[in-house]
């Protein structure tokens, strides 16, 4: 599956808070007075500023975390991510189980959840939306492969049957992926389309909320589903598009908003002294790293010599410090911080300019030029390739800097046309497979995740055996073994683990943040 765009709604070094993907072609709208921001001084509503306006609301279509914002809490999903950790809880489903050979799950529905328009959800729900998704075969669609078949068993049970066994699909289903669609919406369909014009810009869920008024351009409300079984105290949600930084952060001072996104690092420095204002840090699970190209880039990289020679020349604390300002942390291994998984006890490359030299010269490399790809879509890239272009000159080695379109580099990525390149990384779903599999997996080689084009048999085998079983304990040394080839290997440079920070208004009580829900708010927990 494709990741979201490449992770992009993380990937700015200007502005640090969860931003969604980026819109540049939205109007600038801060001035905009029409989204009765100014009752946010209610304690029944939430105003927060954005940056970018919305694409579809369509959960079977959406790829695009800034919609996110609306479609999570609009809809329910049968598991949901527990409060601010990646493990699973129930949601629309209070229990399941899974067969020993892994192939069937079985979902146990919560009787009472209601759809928009009083309709109570069932399992033949759950069918639909699921069945819908996959037909639609966007994005989304990709997830589900997996599946073979799903049935209904009784009103309140659903059974899916894989096509073969795949322990993350319990994780897959708290996304917004899994997002249960009144079946009812059919009757909005239009030359086949399957109501994807009509969900495009509405909500059929039986979350908390549901779309009241968009206004493009300008700002999204969303006011309560009365037959919720959720009652939050906010009352009403304002997303207002305010796309100049400076102007949301005014607004947030003033206390005419709640939640600021996409506030630059040095505002954030200044907004840490006003009394009225929390700044909200938290680690991510966003990793910003550099593809080494081990099979189609220059034929010196295919010694894995050489790529650890990359990896010791790199300045990592500098990358942090001066580029990053701090709000990142150093990765170790390639899960990262805060994922089951990861390996804190795993070697980590640190900069030592003559180990880098000494293993050139094993490798009988004397002379090395490298082309170092990049794109303009994200300002702190610039800064942190003529880092690397400096730290690697000081072991020999000649970088070029390539920078392009970020169309251009999508293209470059898939088929290999390049030595080194700067990357993002995010996980759909909360589990390792999502770096591990997509990361090293051959089969996986381009755009799809390994975009190191990476090749080591005995890696493919670990991690597939990895997602095979259920057994979490198995899976986690089957990783652990994984993870110790493929630092030695060094396919790929990890430069950091990205911080999530925002500002928002003191007044603001239960906000919490999941890794797993860049940039989506827990407004059923919210109050003022």
Aim: include cysteine; hydrophobic fraction near 35%; aromatic fraction near 10%.
């Amino acid at each position: 599956m494709y990741k979201k765009l490449l992770g992009i709604f993380l990937g700015i070094f200007l502005t640090v808070s969860a931003v969604g993907c980026v819109k540049t072609n939205s109007a600038d709208k801060s001035t905009s007075s029409n989204t009765n921001s100014s009752s946010n001084t209610n304690s029944n509503n939430l105003t927060i500023a954005i940056n970018g306006d919305m694409g579809t609301l369509d959960p079977g279509v959406s790829m695009d975390n800034m919609s996110w914002k609306i479609t999570y809490p609009t809809y329910e999903r049968l598991v949901e991510f527990n409060g601010e950790s990646t493990e699973i809880k129930p949601g629309l489903a209070s229990k399941w189980e899974v067969s020993e050979d892994g192939l069937t799950w079985t979902f146990h529905l919560e009787k009472g959840h209601k759809f928009t328009d009083g309709t109570e959800v069932t399992a033949e729900a759950v069918k639909f939306s699921f069945d819908r998704t996959i037909a639609l075969g966007k994005g989304p669609a990709d997830t589900y492969k997996v599946i073979k078949e799903i049935s209904v068993v009784d009103s309140y049970t659903v059974k899916f049957v894989l096509n073969n066994a795949f322990s993350p699909f319990i994780s897959t289903l708290a996304t917004n992926y899994g997002s249960i669609v009144n079946p009812k919406v059919m009757s909005n369909e239009k030359d086949g389309d399957k109501a994807q014009n009509y969900l495009a810009n509405h909500t059929e869920g039986s979350g908390a909320y549901k779309l009241e008024e968009w206004k493009k351009g300008e700002y999204i409300k969303l006011s309560l589903n009365p037959n919720a079984t959720k009652k939050p105290q906010i009352k009403e949600v304002y997303f207002k598009l305010v796309a100049d930084p400076s102007a949301a952060r005014l607004q947030l001072e003033k206390g005419d908003i709640d939640i600021a996104e996409g506030i630059a690092i040095d505002q954030i420095e200044e907004l840490k002294s006003k009394s009225n204002i929390t700044i909200v840090k938290k680690p991510s699970l966003f990793v910003d790293y550099v593809y080494i190209n081990s099979t189609k880039g220059n034929a010196a990289l295919q010694n894995k010599n050489v790529r650890q020679a990359i990896n010791y020349a790199v300045d990592y604390e500098a990358i942090i410090d001066q580029v990053m300002r701090g709000y990142a942390t150093g990765m170790v291994g390639p899960i990262p911080n805060g994922l089951w998984g990861h390996n804190d006890s795993v070697f980590q490359y640190k900069k030592d300019v003559e180990k880098s030299k000494g293993l050139l010269k094993d490798a009988g490399v004397s002379t090395l030029e490298l082309n170092l790809l990049y794109s303009d879509r994200f300002p702190n890239w610039e800064q942190e390739a003529l880092v690397i272009q400096a730290n690697l000159a000081e072991v020999g080695i000649k970088v070029n800097l390539n920078k392009v379109a970020y169309a251009t580099m999508r293209e470059m990525l898939d088929s290999g046309k390049f030595d080194l390149a700067l990357g993002v990384w995010s996980p759909d779903y909360a589990d390792p497979s999502m770096f591990m599999n997509y990361w090293f997996d051959s089969k996986n080689q381009g755009l799809s995740g390994n975009r190191a084009f990476y090749i080591n048999n005995e890696v493919d085998d670990i991690v597939r055996k990895a997602t095979s079983i259920n057994d979490k304990t198995q899976r986690e040394d089957l990783y652990k073994k994984a993870q110790d080839i493929v630092i030695v290997d060094a396919p790929y440079v990890y430069l950091y683990q990205k911080d999530f920070v925002l500002p928002i208004s003191k007044n603001l009580k239960g906000f919490a943040y999941n890794p797993m829900l860049e940039g989506i708010y827990n407004l059923s927990e919210m109050s003022k």
